[in-house]
């Protein structure tokens, strides 16, 4: 091709150019014969078709007419050679060649829209075409709504092939690809939207299933109708399908063991074994033992060989409640199980692989304990992946009637041995004006209590326990408040309605896990106890 070789007619290329372009959505298809037919009004060996990337700095390439070069080139991306030359409706390049004594780089002429006259210019280090044997080539800009969209460039074998009377067919044959290349966009995105709308309908149809097979699993049912609470579930539903690690956090008794099990029954594991560990219901050895079983002989008592609830749990979910209590020591173990997965029995030297998916939970602010040296940053990270918060009962209040409900027909026949009667009015106004600092648990206490006291009949406002019958918070410790609370003084009277010696005990409790910061070590000696013993009464209070 030399470069007396005048433009064409382009009048008898347009018209089949666009019949072929209707032929296809994808015009990468149908790029060969479109290159056949431009050939006629703009002569050129290879046709290729950039697209500027997502960041505006790079464009790559995403149509090339002829095998050989498309091989080399396809999905290749490079920087135009100035940020100027990008945004020029045209440019002319000719003879590009290697700069002298250089290894990478150019050097050759460019004749522009604005500049009108050949230039010299370099470009480091080029496009990948030049050294394939096409030295030359016209560029035309495309824009879409008057941003750059990318470039049609027509490459030739020679080296001075094209002059500014090939650039009017040129920019039309560009701007019929471009338009091919927008409309293909469009329908991608459309294509992608509709996916999106599907897949989220897969998603909703998967959350409402797992949630209603467990609205029927007995104990471990995630009743409650709030926004806050189908969100909940809506989180784990989405997260149970994968092996991520997940952390619950949010105050005691919301529900965190529930939601546990809602992403194991809905997870590839759901046929392992689900195993729950409470971290802070045993003192630091025992935890350690319990947590990665020990050999016979590692200390005294270890008569056999025991396995710990990492390898009871193999195939199936470990679930750590109150993971916030672990000592030092323990997180350090731990650490290491969900980093390289694997793990030591206590007087162990083999090394055992935890085939385990971890759910953690945490009614502590584990950043704060962070910060004060209390809980390991690469442990918190590791285990951080995916947080759900459970938010308290006193926030979702349209929760508490349907837990009633729940309660009332769940305990009923245990504790009666045949259905309760159910609720007043005026027990369900107390119990909806009542704050449940311990949540969901507290309540499920509260409805077991009254079942008894009601001996089957209507539970009324005095079945309730004081602090909900009187629709009042029950009365808790000052965090700055002394400990113990001092008895009237002498010759002080006692309330006409005598003492409440469980709620004070309850009171005292709260304050000193308020003072102590929820830490349940440091409230157990605040109250002069074992933590064993502080977590037994925690649990008879619903505080646990």
Known sequence: MSRGMAAGSDQETLGPLLNVLAQSLDVREVFARISALARQTVPHDCLLFGLVTDDGERYRVVAVSEDEPRAALLEKSFAPPSPGLAHED???????????GKTEGLEGLVRTASSGA??????????????????????????????????????SHAPDPYTEAHVPAGRRIADLVALAFAHERLAEEERQRVAAQERAARLDARVASLTAE???????????????????????????GAETTVLLTGESGTGKEVVAHLIHRGSRRAEGPFVALNCAALPEALLESELFGYEKGAFTGAVSARAGRLEQAAGGTLFLDEVGEMSPAVQAKFLRVLQ?????????????????????????????????????????????????????????????????????????????????AGISREARARLLAYEWPGNVRELRNAVERALILCEG????????????????????????????????????????????????????????????????????????????????????????
């Open 118 to 155: 050949d230039e010299p210019f370099e470009w480091h280090p080029g496009p990948p075409w030049v050294p394939m044997g096409y030295p030359s080539w016209l560029r035309l800009t495309v824009r879409l709504r008057g941003d750059v969209l990318g470039f049609l460039n027509f490459l």
């Open 90 to 100: 045209f440019a002319i390049f000719r003879n590009l060649r290697s700069l002298p």
């Open 340 to 420: 390289e997965r694997e793990f030591q029995r206590l007087g162990g030297t083999r090394m055992l692989k935890a085939d385990v998916r971890v759910i953690a939970a945490t009614n502590r602010d584990l950043q704060v304990a962070m910060t004060r040296g209390a809980f390991r940053e690469d442990l918190y990270y590791r285990l951080h992946v995916f947080a759900i918060h459970l938010p308290p009962l006193r926030e979702r209040q349209e929760d508490i009637l349907p837990l009633l409900e729940h309660f009332v027909e769940e305990l009923g026949p245990v504790v009666l041995g045949r259905p309760a």
């Open 457 to 544: 009949g209507l539970i009324n406002p005095e079945h309730l326990p004081w602090y909900a019958e009187s629709a009042k918070r029950v009365p808790t410790v000052s965090p700055a408040a002394p400990f113990p609370l001092a008895a009237p003084p002498a010759g002080g009277d006692f309330p006409a309605h005598g003492v409440d010696l469980e709620a004070m005990e309850r009171g005292l409790i709260e304050g000193a896990l308020k003072r102590a910061g929820q830490n349940k070590s440091k409230a157990a000696k605040l109250l002069g106890l074992s933590r064993s013993k502080l977590y037994t009464r925690m649990e008879r209070f619903g505080l646990a």
């Open 214 to 240: 467990l609205e029927a699993a007995g104990p471990h049912a995630p009743v409650g109708s709030s926004k806050q609470w189908r969100d909940v579930l809506g989180h784990a539903a989405k997260v149970a």
